[in-house]
Each structure stands twice: as structure tokens, then as C-alpha cells.
């Protein structure tokens, strides 16, 4: 199915594919004013293309089960329950979520397009789903800290179900200027395996952060310690990997729990 016009949303809307194999285009802008648009492939994973450039509903996206391809969305939070999103476009996002705790039905994946950045004015959220191991990944392109936003939260959650990390990231990290920080919360696992990123502190509050083969980790430094819960930092893979900066353990003056680097 092909819808070859410009799309004005006048409330919240719902775009649906039921049929597995079948791709639901639409060729013009998706376009409103605050409104949410939920793109629905169900348990099928059914194909949504939002081909128009200048696509902007200005609420939230969600994705449950779709396959959606996008040449632009709208700047609000990009919620993906479960399912697949490939946004070829530079996109500011309010932040990223991936899981659902009762509704998702599977893992969650953000393709950034090839030379594409998409930049984040919030964090990133990992919920664990009650039925189903889901993970989650964002891959490609580049990752940015928007305009002077200073530090980006990851928070993931701990899924007793999930053996590895819940959250993969093999997109590029980047920051927008000096003394930026990425964050780690939540009591699961956070994977970074991009040798290219660079940003000016890495801090894990709580759970762990696996740094993989990559070569050298920018000019990453760290500090590890606790917050609700121990904080670890795992240096995995088969390569070296330089941090070209300290490593501090703790912070008394705020925080306690026990840290720990591997």
C-alpha cells in the first residue's frame, strides 16, 4: 500500500501493518503539531517506509513490532517497544527508549543511516520486558550529545533473563564541546564497542559498562563508583584498548557502594 500525499495529523494517530512481507509507503511528510504517531507491525515485524524529508509530528514516536525505514521523524522522544527503526537522516531525538515492562514482545533496534548523526537533548532508557528477553542495539553512524546538552544518561535496567547486555551500542559517541559526560545508571549492562568514540568523562553510577576491542577509546577518562548499587567497568574483547586519561575509583564526597574495574 502507497499513500502519495502529504499527511496532517489532527490527533494522536496510529499507522498499522498487519500483513508480514507487505510495506505500508507513504510518500509525503508526515506532519502536526504535538501530536504521536505509533507505527504498529505487531508480532510480524510488518514494513512501514515514511519516505518524506521533512516528516515532523513534534510528539513522541512509538514502534511496536514494525520494521519502519524513515528519511526524517519528528524531534520527540523515539520510544521503540520492540522492533526495528531505520532513520536515515541527521535527527535531533528528545531521547531514546527501548522495551516496554508489560507491551514489548521482542528486542528493539536503532539503525542510524550511513554518515547520519543522530543527536539526543536527553538519554537513553532500557526497560525489561515481563515476557520475553528482549535486548536492544543501536548501530551505525554517529551518536551526539545536542548542542550544549552537558551529560547523556544511559539507563538500563538489569533483565534476569538477558545473559550479555541488555544495550549494545556500536554507533559512534560523540560529544558537542568540552567537559561533556556520559552516564551510566540502572543495574544492567551497557555495551560501547566504537574505537572512534570520544567524549570527555565516562561515569558508571551503577551496573556495568563493557568496553570492547576497538583500539584506542579516545580521549575517554573514568571515573567508576557507586551509587544505588556497585558500579563495574569491564574491559572485554581480544585488543588493547587505551584510555588516555586516569581511571578514578569512587567519589566519597557523594556517593558510596563499591566499584570495581576488570
Known amino acids: 500500500q502507497t499513500i502519495d ?44 517506509n515514511l ?38 537522516a541527521d535527527q535531533t531525538l528528545a531521547g531514546i527508549d527501548f522495551g516496554h515492562a508489560t507491551l514489548g514482545n521482542g528486542d528493539g533496534t536503532l539503525n542510524i543511516g550511513t554518515g547520519n548523526t543522530n543527536a539526543l537533548s536527553s538519554g537513553v532508557t532500557y526497560t525489561a520486558d515481563d515476557t520475553s528477553a528482549n535486548t536492544a542495539t543501536i548501530a551505525g553512524g554517529t551518536l551526539e550529545m545536542a548542542g550544549g546538552i552537558q551529560n547523556v544518561e544511559f539507563n538500563i535496567a538489569d533483565h534476569a533473563s538477558v545473559s550479555g547486555p541488555e544495550l549494545t ?12 559526560v556520559l552516564v551510566k545508571s540502572g543495574a544492567g549492562t551497557l555495551k560501547l564497542t566504537s574505537g572512534a568514540s570520544v567524549y570527555t568523562q565516562l561515569r558508571v553510577h551503577e551496573g556495568t559498562v563493557q568496553l570492547t576491542d576497538g583500539g584506542a577509546v579516545g580521549t575517554t ?6 551509587d544505588t548499587g556497585d558500579g563495574t567497568l569491564e574491559f572485554v574483547g581480544g585488543a588493547d584498548i587505551t584510555v588516555a586519561q586516569s581511571y578514578k575509583a569512587g567519589n566519597p564526597d557523594n556517593f558510596g557502594g563499591a566499584e570495581t574495574m576488570t
Not at 6 to 24: H, P, Q
Not at 169 to 175: A, D, R, W
Not at 221 to 226: A, E, I
Open 5 to 48: 500525499a502529504n499527511v496532517t495529523l489532527a490527533n494522536n494517530a496510529e499507522f498499522r501493518n498487519n500483513i508480514a512481507g507487505k510495506v505500508l509507503t507513504v510518500n509525503g511528510d508526515v506532519t502536526a503539531s504535538a501530536k504521536q504517531l505509533t507505527l504498529y507491525g505487531f508480532d510480524n515485524g510488518g514494513a512501514i
Open 51 to 88: 519516505a518524506g524529508t521533512g516528516n515532523d509530528w513534534g510528539g513522541e514516536t512509538v514502534i511496536a513490532g514494525a520494521t519502519v525505514t524513515a528519511n526524517s521523524a519528528s524531534a520527540g522522544n523515539m520510544n521503540i517497544e520492540y522492533g526495528t527503526l531505520t532513520l536515515n
Open 169 to 180: 551500542v556500536s554507533s559512534t559517541i560523540k560529544t558537542n564541546g568540552t567537559n561533556r
Open 221 to 226: 577518562w573514568s571515573d567508576v563508583y557507586g
